[in-house]
């Protein structure tokens, strides 16, 4: 059985639970700190938010007859241009950060995405939820 392709709206709704999720996390990290495992989990459910902004980004695109893109980073930029974001750079680099963190690599990036997570990742995060849900009601 085929399944319907999801709406834009159906995508913020699902990036919207996971934003929530992220935000439980952060709010434990903030109150009794993390250990090596919950930090692990906290990664995880941001990086599965920024895989749904960028689907709602995407299904945003096609709504309005644009893309394919070739990758998140040209998807950013188109984000940015189309004033879905307002920190093209920023956006970038969690792109960066997420590869960078990437556990194929030696560098010991955990703890500065961490920090970048909880302090600046996770506000940019809602302001995209805010314009994304103005712009589709």
């Known amino acids: 059985m085929k399944t319907l392709p999801q709406t834009c709206e159906q995508c913020l709704e699902e990036y919207q639970v996971a934003l929530e999720d992220l935000r439980s996390y952060i709010q434990r990290a903030r109150k009794i700190g993390?250990?090596?495992f919950q930090a692990r989990e906290l990664i995880i459910n941001f990086e599965v938010a920024h895989?749904?902004?960028?689907?709602v980004m995407t299904k945003y695109f096609e709504k309005q007859g644009k893309g394919p893109f070739s990758g998140s980073r040209d998807l950013t930029a188109e984000a940015f241009h189309a004033?879905?974001?307002d920190d093209?750079?920023?956006w970038l680099d969690i792109v960066?950060?997420?590869i960078q963190y990437n556990p194929?690599?030696?560098i010991d990036t955990q703890d500065k995405f961490l920090d970048n997570i909880q302090h600046k990742?996770?506000?940019m995060?809602?302001?995209f939820e805010d314009v994304m849900s103005d712009k589709l009601n």
Do not use: P, T
Request: glycine share 4%; proline share 0%.
């Open 121 to 123: 990742y996770i506000h």
């Open 51 to 55: 895989e749904l902004a960028l689907k």
């Open 83 to 85: 004033d879905l974001i």
């Open 104 to 106: 194929v690599y030696a």
């Open 34 to 36: 993390l250990n090596e």
């Open 96 to 98: 960066i950060d997420r």
């Open 88 to 90: 093209g750079k920023a």
């Open 125 to 127: 995060l809602e302001k």
